[in-house]
């Protein structure tokens, strides 16, 4: 991390208590009943980055500024509009800029499937309307402040930091594999709102941990695939204590998706899997 980007670290993130209880959608809805809402949020929002070619890049930053913004205003009716502005704006910021127009037909195209839409129908004049005015009202709320940190980065700076001699572990032989999978546990998580509550480098600290005792069962092939010492700390500015907070707080929003009543984000619920606090700590330390 640099000293440039604590700063904006500070801005945008919340006590887990605050995002859990505390969040205005909060006096109208219960947590699965909000969880469920994102999971059909964060559906649209994938289902409008393949129709519009996006990449992740863009796609993640969308649900950031989305949990950003539902930190400031109860979650509505207007859900899938803001879902489009966001979208809109994370383009413009990451070099996959799409016209409005392009946006709001797509949008309003995945909404109504069973119905012939274009740009002179009346649905789409009302979709692009309200593209432009959630645009201006998400930026207003987020304070203008839309610059990101993104797993991306950090995946191509630890592939450049591997040192000459690796044998004898694994982790190095699989490294590219290993945060392959930690990017995309992230890019899952992203649906929930975790990075309001923890930084990009918390998180991905925790979801490599989660990678590497994976990768011991489905790699055992291997020599020993063992997390170097202090990791962690030297290439992501973190420990473990950290990491574990954050994991816990993952698992709890887990278990509200698996609510028997409401159950949501199945992919998720499968994929992130509980390893428990001794195994996560020996990871995490190296052992």
Known sequence: ???EAEPFHNTWIFSGDDVLNKCPSRKQMTLPQILKVYESIYDFLVRLASALKLDGR??????IYIHRFYMRMPITTSKYFVACAAVAISCKLHDTYRPPDKIALTGCQIKHPGKKIDQLSSTFWS???QLLYREEVILKNLNFEVSVDLPYELTEELLKNIPEKTEGNGFYEKLRDILKITTSKIELLSALPVLIVFDIYTLYGAMLVLTVEEAKKKFGDLDTIVLPKNY?????SV??????ECYEFVLKLRSLCDDPK?????????KITDIGKDTFYSIANGH
């Open 1 to 3: 991390m640099t000293e």
């Open 58 to 63: 863009t796609i993640l930053a969308a649900t």
């Open 127 to 129: 979709w692009r309307d």
């Open 232 to 236: 962690l700390q030297e290439y992501l």
């Open 239 to 244: 420990s473990a204590d950290e990491c574990y």
């Open 262 to 270: 409401l159950p949501s984000h199945r992919i998720l619920v499968k």
